[in-house]
């Protein structure tokens, strides 16, 4: 697709599709980044000269869950007592093993519903790190609604970069999500530099800007979410470079649709957070969103954004066949995404549209068929 030049095309039903091809934004000749391709400064590079975003939208989208799949209504497990110091930070909170656990479970469940139902369906002796993992990220991701002051976020920003630095001299603080990401690192070996980029981009993003293009919330989303991919990657015991260069798009699609399913909520708050260069090329100000304006030129902004997340999710199945099957249940929240962006076809982008708000009771019984066929 090519917004700059013409009038996204319409299909025969008149809905209009995302686009099949044109790549050429989404990523270069890699295709992504090559996380552990090169030296360990390597790493934080970013794909094909893209940068990337990943927001963490309030809200989940799907309600209980009561269909008999195995494993998919499990709550707290008993996993080993802690050892070395963390033993006494345990007891000193009045939380053991099984109930830091289950702190991390809850909160997940309640705050990123989509995270708590892929983190089930990983393999038994990884689903306790990663879901201490998604914990973590969703008590970072929580911060900027949390407080009224951007200096009381950045002293809880600081806060969990001491945590970070002190999970790794094995003295976490007195609190359940630092006391189970401690046992994920011990356990897994995870790498400090992924957890810090998490931290410090959350950080940055305490100022309530609008990107200022597609590639800063680009940018955004790889630091962010991509950063957890790479974490659960290591969490399965994956080291590979196809599974990295997926992961990095996957992140991106991720960050990508959740400014979009964001957007109805930011507007309530009056905040507006997509690309301001999109929104210029169309002639959109910031006021049209806030006022629910489903005009052409408005929806034409939301197909240009949607049809990035589509090309990177497009790219990431391109390494199907390269990426190890022990790491396709680190993706399966494509699944998610994939339907959000089927939806918001349906409803010929209209961002406003009841529909879009609607949990899809089915997506754990997709997330399960997904699973047991080893897709992502």
Request: with cysteine.
């Amino acid at each position: 697709m090519h917004r700059a030049t013409a009038t996204p095309a319409s299909s025969p039903s008149g809905v209009r599709s995302l686009p099949p091809a044109a790549e050429k934004r989404a990523a270069g000749p890699a295709g992504g980044v090559a996380r552990r391709a090169c030296a360990p400064q390597a790493r934080g590079r970013r794909a094909c000269g893209v940068r990337v975003m990943a927001v963490s939208a309030p809200g989940s989208a799907c309600g209980p869950l009561r269909l008999g799949v195995p494993g998919l209504w499990a709550r707290g497990r008993r996993v080993p007592g802690l050892a070395g110091p963390g033993r006494n930070v345990a007891a000193a909170s009045g939380l053991g093993a099984s109930g830091t656990d289950a702190y991390c479970m809850e909160l997940l469940r309640k705050r990123d519903y989509e995270s708590y139902l892929c983190s089930l369906l990983l393999p038994a002796e990884s689903r306790s790190s990663a879901f201490a993992l998604r914990a973590f990220n969703v008590e970072l991701a929580q911060v900027k609604d949390l407080v009224s002051e951007k200096t009381i976020g950045l002293m809880r920003m600081q806060f969990w970069k001491k945590t970070v630095d002190d999970i790794y001299c094995d003295n976490p603080p007195h609190q359940p999500v630092a006391i189970e990401l401690w046992k994920a690192v011990k356990k897994h070996n995870l790498t400090k530099r992924w957890l810090m980029k998490i931290v410090d981009e959350r950080e940055k993003n305490l100022d309530d800007k609008a990107y200022r293009n597609i590639q800063e919330l680009e940018s955004y989303a790889e630091n962010t979410q991509s950063s957890l991919l790479y974490l659960t990657l290591e969490i399965l015991g994956i080291k590979d470079l196809h599974a990295d260069h997926a992961a990095s798009h996957i992140g991106k699609a991720q960050g990508i649709v959740t400014c979009l399913r964001a957007m109805p909520y930011h507007g309530s708050r009056r905040r507006v957070f997509l690309p301001m260069d999109i929104c210029m090329l169309h002639g959109v100000s910031q006021e049209d969103f806030l006022r629910k304006n489903r005009d052409k030129n408005v929806r034409d902004v939301i197909y240009d954004i949607a049809s990035q997340a589509h090309l990177h999710l497009k790219h990431a199945r391109s390494f199907h066949k390269s990426v190890p099957v022990k790491a396709f249940p680190a993706f399966l929240q494509t699944v998610a995404l994939e339907d959000y962006l089927k939806k918001i076809q349906q409803v010929d982008f209209d961002i406003f549209h009841p529909s879009l708000q609607q949990k899809n009771t089915l997506l754990p019984l997709s997330l399960y068929i997904r699973s047991w066929r080893k897709r992502y």
